[in-house]
């Protein structure tokens, strides 16, 4: 065991601070990385602020951070995929128990016993797992992706939750090639899901809440662009997408953006609001659409969206922040102020 620098949150309404945290020797199989970027997903200020507290609990202290890259400092005897001094990341699982129906289908993400980068059981040490707001992680190879040479480093750690949340509902819906997609709210998800639905050759349309990020919208990809809050722009789009993915972080009407689905068309939320939604059965009825969900995504698919980021040159857009202003960034983060990503340069810690 050895002690590593952090930022770590003592309780729902701390806020983080430096500490030290242990991490585990490198077994036979795992890989020790040092970390040089970390995105901030809001899914990090949901546990830090233990809104999440039916579903999954939030363990103090809590180290979050799941949208980790580094180089790899070290390997244990029986790694064979990486070597010291390679790039690697680490998405939002770190462990699954390899044998269920799930794992056999490369949907990790679904185990029943699989374990989160941050707040869940750590096997190895006891307590829980801590994550990537750290100078560095020790993780099982198989929970290990490879990182594309060419693509920008701050810009890749948000691809291991934004980029893999969208891509993979995109994936699973089938050839967006010239269908309608929207994509509702633009943070650090629905950023990502503008650049894929983009280079997947759909007709993109974004819903913002926020009128100043329009020229944003556009140049990140987006065909065309709707204030959500205005109903005539909204009613213009009535009954017409194939496919809309939901990022939104809060409550809002989802039957707002039911309502533009053509027949048949699907809405699938990725955005995890504290509170439920209500959907109109109405919505639903008319039209024969669907509301899904969808959560993350399985190792290979996260793999298989990493090599077409680095064959596409897609990066998320990154504000790189130094970890002493990242309690500034979750207030920022909360008033959807974010272009489009905050990644934290983890050399910043060093001055700790
Ligand atoms: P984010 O960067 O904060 O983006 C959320 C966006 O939603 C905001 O930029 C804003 O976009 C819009 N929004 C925020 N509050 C709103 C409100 N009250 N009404 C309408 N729109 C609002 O967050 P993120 O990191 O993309 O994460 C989004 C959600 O997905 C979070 O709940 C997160 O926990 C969840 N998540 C889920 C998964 C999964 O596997 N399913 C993975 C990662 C994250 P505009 O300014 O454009 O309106
Ligand atoms: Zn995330």
């Given amino acids: 065991m050895f002690n590593a620098k952090a930022y770590s949150a003592a309780s729902a309404t701390s806020p983080l601070a430096s500490t030290t945290i242990p991490r585990r020797d490198a077994t036979e199989h795992d890989v020790q990385i040092e970390i040089l970027f970390c995105g901030i997903c ?3 200020l949901h546990s830090v602020r233990n809104e999440w507290s039916n579903i999954m609990p939030t363990v103090y202290p809590i180290v979050p951070g799941h949208e980790i890259v580094g180089r790899v400092t070290k390997v244990g005897s029986g790694v064979t995929k990486f070597k010291p001094g390679d790039l690697a990341s680490v998405g939002c699982l770190v462990d699954s128990d390899h044998t269920c129906p799930n794992c056999q289908d490369g949907l990790e993400q679904f185990c029943p016993n699989q374990t989160f980068t941050f707040n869940s059981p750590d096997k190895h040490l006891g307590g829980v797992t801590y994550g990537g707001y750290s100078e560095s992680i020790v993780v099982d190879e198989a929970f290990v992706l490879s990182v594309p040479s060419n693509l920008n480093l701050a810009g890749v ?3 291991l939750c934004a980029g893999i949340t969208t891509y993979s ?30 280079a997947f050759g759909a007709h993109v349309v974004v819903f913002t809440t926020s009128p100043g990020k329009k020229e944003d919208a556009l140049r990140l990809g987006a065909h065309e662009v709707v204030i ?8 213009q789009h009535a009954a017409s997408f194939n496919f809309i993915l939901d990022t939104i972080s809060a409550d809002h009407d989802i039957n707002a ?10 809405l699938t939320l990725v955005g995890a609001p504290e509170k439920p939604l209500a959907v109109s059965a109405f919505s639903l009825l008319s039209g024969r659409r669907s509301i899904s969900g969808s959560l993350i995504g399985g190792i290979a698919e996260t ?26 960034a979750y207030e920022r983060l909360v008033k959807a102020d974010v272009k489009y990503r905050f990644s934290i340069d983890m050399a910043s810690l060093k001055t700790e």
């Fill in 42 to 44: 809001h899914s990090d």
């Fill in 157 to 159: 750690a948000p691809l």
């Fill in 169 to 198: 509902p995109m994936r699973r819906w089938g050839n967006l090639k010239g269908k309608k997609v929207g994509v509702v709210g633009l943070g650090g998800l629905g950023h990502m899901g503008v650049k894929f639905a983009r």
């Fill in 228 to 235: 959500s809050r205005n109903p005539d722009e909204m009613q």
């Fill in 257 to 266: 953006y039911i309502n533009l689905l053509a027949r048949d068309g699907n």
């Fill in 303 to 328: 793999q298989e969206m990493l090599d077409f980021c680095g064959k596409h040159d897609i990066t998320a857009d990154v504000e790189v922040i130094p970890i002493q202003k990242v309690n500034e």
